[in-house]
Each structure stands twice: as structure tokens, then as C-alpha cells.
């Protein structure tokens, strides 16, 4: 029985309902690449819950669906029509597929392109992107992808969830319910292309991050029993931030929908948790490690687990000629001159802390001028993933502050703050990595931040790299990390120096005590992270997940589901197969023929509604107990947590009535 209402907060057009797609074959069938039509998610019931549960394939497969691509597209140089498709090295969705290994599970990717592609192009694009890299493209109008992703996604659920509040319309974005709108119309196109390539008994969907958090409840809604997973890259803000969403309930409804949440670190895990028992009256408990979410039925997996780098290709990129090249030009740059190298990679966003960085920066050259000439500061300023007034900001200002630091503190042959605002290629930012004494990141808020990872890694380097740096193939390797306590692999980075990078002075100080540092200090604290962040890879990551996945999705086939609710408010009631729903006949013939019997109510929210005002018995609700207690085959009792002198007040016509009170402390 599954509800057949998928949502009642949108106008959209109706079409035909999809058919059921199961095993993927050469071409995928189209059902939405035309702008602005949605095709309507009614669904037979047949279709959505009784699958053959035996079927079975020959090597698991797993559905990885992101709002982008792990896909570079290129137009062709040439005078021809058409599209080039590389794959996006640096992406974590394709470096998450190499940690699972292609021998042992297939993967299919679902997300959109960074570029748009023309409607008579998209079944072409479509059927290469499927043959040549399993990838499934979602094609989205410009506009409906615009509101969704620079409107709602980043004005509204990424400022807030790294705790900026819209107290004024130019400090975040105020809630807009039409970009929410756009966020659910995407997050539905996304179900539908997913449908197309499911076969739901078999596979495994795991979906990423905060552009996706109701995509949930639509592919729950389409097949009861799909395994289901949830990843937010993200943080999770405190339930004090989180419940000024309007739509809070939606989201945190649409998310328990999935079988397993993952979160970086235990706090966003907590936050989460703490919204759900505030707002939806949830509890949860830990059974031999794993935190488990009772949600009508369904038990939802928590997972607490920070993502990991691919050191493959980090090894791989450090082993190039290239890379050897960049190097021996930055020690020529820096060493050479004598110049210490402290080193910041960042997008260019609010939430980077650059400026705070180089405030801290302009204070260590003041409070310590023994570093003058000797210390840089080599700041990579990525371009940032939004838009908007708060991006020109931060630009404006990082560009004064390090014009001001280098006019001041600067001279013939030397800038204290050298500012790379180009895009950088992957060799390049890893030389820098190789060169570099420190690494900063002070962030003031950031879901995980792998650049300390790659650092370390970095810092390892190999025997040829050894040889550029004129150091010998026996020499401990040595590094040094400055995070900042507000983003999630802090906890993981148990050498680093933790600042608030609110607290200029700390920071400074911090700067200034690892360049005091004693050699052996630096290489002890390399060791310990070097450690961990080599055997905490994407691979491990994306094993435990999916270890994890398959565990809670394990009694899927022993439940007996029900689907319920309309819009987003839609959810799966588990029952054990055993469960039979009571009938009236059943209840009355029972009674009809026992001559024994013990009858059990409860008080508030059974015979007395839990919201109503006058919580004293009604005359019928008096009439109905006493009738009960007349015949002389029944034992009838009151169970409440009530004072037994409210309810001997209350009950007091009826004599032969049982009353447990105070949750059965005090009998008559």
C-alpha cells in the first residue's frame, strides 16, 4: 500500500507515469530532458514494493548520486558539432570509486554536468556519458538550476548551516519559498533519472550531501525497500541554528527516509540527533557501537566518520616530472633566498577565514620583526563555488589587507604576502604543499577541509623529491598544521596547533611557535598524522560506509512495509512480518467468548485526547468504564501518571474501577 500523493507543494505539469526500469541496458530511456515539464511520480504499487526478493546479480552495484559529475566537458575544437568528456581527477565521487575498486562493485554515477548542454544534444550526451563512464547526466533548465543551486542551496541552507543567521537581507539569504520550491522540483528530476537505471532489490544508492537532503523521500516513495544511504559533507548546525529553518521538519523527515546518515564528526552527528529528538520527538540509542534511530518502524543508521584523501594519486602527482620541475623553481623562489614558506590554500568564500589569516600574518611581522625578510606568507585563493555581494567582499578585502601588509612591511626582492589568485593545476599545488615549513587553515567554519590531509602527504614525498630538496633518503620527514578548532578533521589532527581563528592573537602566536618549533617536535607531529591520514584514505572511508550500509539494510526482506503521508511528509511504517492490524469483529467475537478477561487503558492520549484543555473524563467516557465494570467477568484498570487523588476524583462513580496511578506506584 503505498500513498500515491509525491507532493503537495508543487503546480507541476503532469505526464505519462514512468515505467519501471530495472537492470541497466545500452541506452537510457528519457523521461526528462525538456525544460520546465516534471514528469508526474505516480507510481503503480505493484511495481514499488513486490520485487522478486530472491532476484539477485552477479557483483554488487552501487548508485552514487551528487548534484555534479565527476565529468570535464570540453566543446570540440573543430569546426564539427559535439562534446569531449574527460574525468575530473580531483574529484572525491571518482577517487570514492578507485578506494572501492572496480573488480568488486560497479558504479554508477547520477548528477549534473558543469556545463549546459543544449536539449538536441542531451540524448546524445546522455548515451555516451552511459557507454564510455556509467555516468547518468541530469539535465536542468538554466533558470530551475540557478534558483536551486546559487538561490536555495547557497543564500539559504549552506549559510546557515555553517551558522550564519539572515538577521538582516544583506547578512544571508531570507527564506524564499519559491527557491524552495526549485530545490524540491530538482531534488524530484534527480529521482527520476535515478529510476531509470535502479533495480531497486539489488542496489545500493548513496547520495551526497546538502543539494539532495529530500531526494530521500522521493526514491522512499517509488520503492519502500530501496537501500539507501545519506552523506553530508557538510556541517550540521546546533538545533538553536537549525530550528530557524522553515521547512526544518521537511528536511530532517525527508533525510530519516534514507537507511544510514553519515557526518564527519560526532558534533554534527550530535546536532542532528538533538533536532530530531526536539522537533520530531525522536530518541535514539547505541547498541555495540552503532547509534540507531527508531522512525516508525525503521531503525536509521547514524555513521560518525571523516572522509579521507586518495593517496594514490597524491603519490602519483608527487612522482612527476612536473611536480620535480615546480619544486626546484619554489626552493630557487624561497630556500634559496632564505625565506621560509608558511602556506594557506582556501576557496575564496566568507566562511575561509583569509582575512583573519592575513590579519594574523600582519601581527607576527609587528610583534616579531625578527621574522622580517625571512618569513612568506603564499596564500592560494581558489575561486569560490558561489556568488554574490559576500564573495566581492571577501575579495575587496583580502586584496586591500595584503596590499596594505606588503606596502608596510615589504621591500626591494620582498613581499611578505604573496597572493595566487590563478588557477592552479594539481602538480602545482602539490609542489607548494612539498616546499612549504607550515600549513594554515583557519576556517571559521568548514564541513571537513582536506588540505591539511594532502599536506602531510605531501610532506612525505619520495626518494627523487628527497634529491631536489638536498635532503638524504634516511632524513625524518617533517611538517607542521595550524587549524583551526571549526572544521571537522580538526579532531582527527591530534599534532596540530588548534586556534580559534576568531582570536587574532592566537593565531599569531601559533604561526610564531611553529616557526620556533624544534626539529624533532616537527617530525614527531608529522609521524602521528602521517599515520593516520595513509591508512584513513577515501578508500577506507567509502568501505566503512558501505560496510555499514549493507548491515542496516540487512532485515529489509523480513519487513512488512507500509507507505504513508503525503508531500514530504511521506514515510515507511516497518512491521515484523508476524504483525496483524486488529479488527473490530476480532476484538468483539474474543470478548464474546472469553469469560476472564483484564482490561488495561490508558489515560492521556487514549481515553483523553493529548491536546485537549479539560483533562477530566467526559459523562460517556464515565458511563462507557462503568458498564465495563458491571460485568462481573472483567477487571478494569486505569494506568496513568497522574496523583491518585486527581483520578479517585475523577473516577469516583465508578467503584469497581482499578486505578494504577503514578505509573502504577499507587494501586486501588
Known sequence: MVSKSYSNLLELVSGEPPPFFGRMTGRIPRIMTVSGLISDVDDDPSESVCSDPSSSVQRDRIIIVANQLPIRAQRKSDTSKGWLFNWEETSLLLQLKDGLGDDEIEVIYVGCLKEEIHPNEQDEV??????????????????????????????????????????????GGRFNRSLWQAYVSVNKIFADRIMEVINPEDDFVWVHDYHLMVLPTFLRKRFNRVKLGFFLHSPFPSSEIYKTLPIREEILRALLNSDLIGFHTFDYARHFLSCCSRMLGLSYESKRGYIGLEYYGRTVGIKILPVGIHTGQLQHALSLRETEAKVAELIRQFTDQGRIMLLGVDDMDIFKGISLKLLAMEQLLQQNPEWLGKVVLVQIANPARGRGKDVKEVQAETYSTVKRINETFGKPGYEPVVLIIEPLKFYERIAYYVVAECCLVTAVRDGMNLIPYEYVISRQGNEKLDKVLGLEPSTPKKSILVVSEFIGCSPSLSGAIRVNPWNIDAVADAMNCALEMAEPEKQLRHEKHYKYVSTHDVGYWARSFLMDLERTCRDHVRRRCWGIGFGLGFRVVALDPSFKKLSME?????????????????????????GSIDKSPSPKCIDILTSLCRDENNKVFIVSARSREKLAEWFSPCEKLGIGAEHGYFLR
Open 586 to 610: 476480532n476484538i468483539v467475537s474474543a470478548y464474546k467468548r472469553t469469560t476472564t478477561r483484564a482490561i488495561l487503558l490508558d489515560y492521556d492520549g487514549a481515553l483523553i485526547p493529548q
Open 126 to 171: 546522455s548515451q555516451i556519458l552511459l557507454e564510455s563512464f556509467r555516468c547518468v547526466p541530469t539535465f536542468l533548465p538554466p533558470d530551475l538550476f540557478s534558483r536551486y543551486y546559487h538561490g536555495f542551496c547557497k543564500q539559504q541552507l549552506w549559510p546557515l548551516f555553517h551558522y550564519m543567521l539572515p538577521l538582516s537581507p544583506d547578512l
